[in-house]
């Protein structure tokens, strides 16, 4: 079965700080790969997502993620965060075929200060 | 385009009862996956349906079901309510295709059990 770890459950940082969310994942096939956000009292929306092809992929809002197959990660980064960036944001992984659904992070509760 | 619906949002039972949560997929959306969101537990798969068929199954008991209509429209059933299933009941629906495996989620349903 695949699991997904994301090392932070709270990180608070300052305006114009950057971010860097990690992400880990155990499966040894083939995956797609996720970042989705949650904003207060709004619902989960894709932030971004690896399938195959360049490993630097880029999303919505100026995010950004990195797939490192040799180290099974997939973290989620941003040079420069915004007030309006506070938010939970889940990791994902999905097999080859969905078989078992998305498979979510804990989540990591992000706080940025103005 | 509309997003994913869901209906109701809120919900209050007592334990032992059943309850009917539904969701109306993005329009040609013919995917539909649904997922719990516990504090505890985080987001955990619950099953797929996808053309008014069960595709895929996660790890829960027979209490919880589902059901897809013709027009993709997707029932989900818990019956006998545990005061444990109180959680946040997440829709998703996705594209077939290339993107099959990319899922867009509802606002959710909030159930709580008494």
């Known amino acids: 079965a695949q699991s997904v770890s994301q090392h932070n459950h709270h990180v608070i940082l300052s305006e114009a700080a950057s971010l860097e969310l990690g992400c880990n994942y155990s499966?040894?096939?083939?995956?797609?790969l996720f970042w989705y956000v949650q904003y207060p009292g709004q619902h989960l929306q894709l932030l971004l997502k690896?399938?195959?092809?360049?490993?630097l992929v880029k999303g919505i809002k100026g995010f950004e993620a990195e797939f490192i197959k040799s180290k099974f990660s997939f973290n989620l980064r941003k040079p420069s965060v915004q007030w309006s960036d506070t938010a939970e944001y889940f990791c994902?992984?999905?097999?080859?075929?969905?078989?078992?659904?998305?498979?979510f992070g804990k989540g990591t509760h992000l706080i940025i200060q103005p | 385009k509309a997003g994913v619906t869901q209906t109701p949002r809120y919900l209050i039972k007592t334990r032992g009862q059943q309850v009917t949560l539904s969701c109306s997929p993005i329009?040609?959306?013919?995917?539909v996956s649904w997922y719990q969101q516990t504090p505890g537990q985080g987001l955990q798969f619950l099953f797929e349906?996808?053309?008014?068929?069960?595709?895929n199954k996660g790890n829960f008991p027979g209490r919880f079901s589902g059901r897809q209509f013709s027009n993709s429209r997707s029932e989900m059933n818990v019956s006998t309510l545990e005061l444990g299933d109180s959680a946040l009941y997440l829709c998703?629906?996705?594209?077939?295709?290339?993107?099959?495996?990319?899922?867009?989620f509802g606002p959710g349903t909030r159930l709580l059990v008494l």
């Open positions: 998703a629906s996705s594209l077939e295709g290339l993107d099959s495996e990319t899922q867009y």
């Open positions: 499966y040894g096939g083939t995956v797609n």
């Open positions: 690896y399938f195959s092809g360049d490993p």
């Open positions: 994902a992984v999905i097999s080859g075929g969905g078989a078992d659904g998305l498979t």
């Open positions: 329009s040609g959306h013919r995917s």
């Open positions: 349906y996808f053309s008014e068929t069960q595709r």
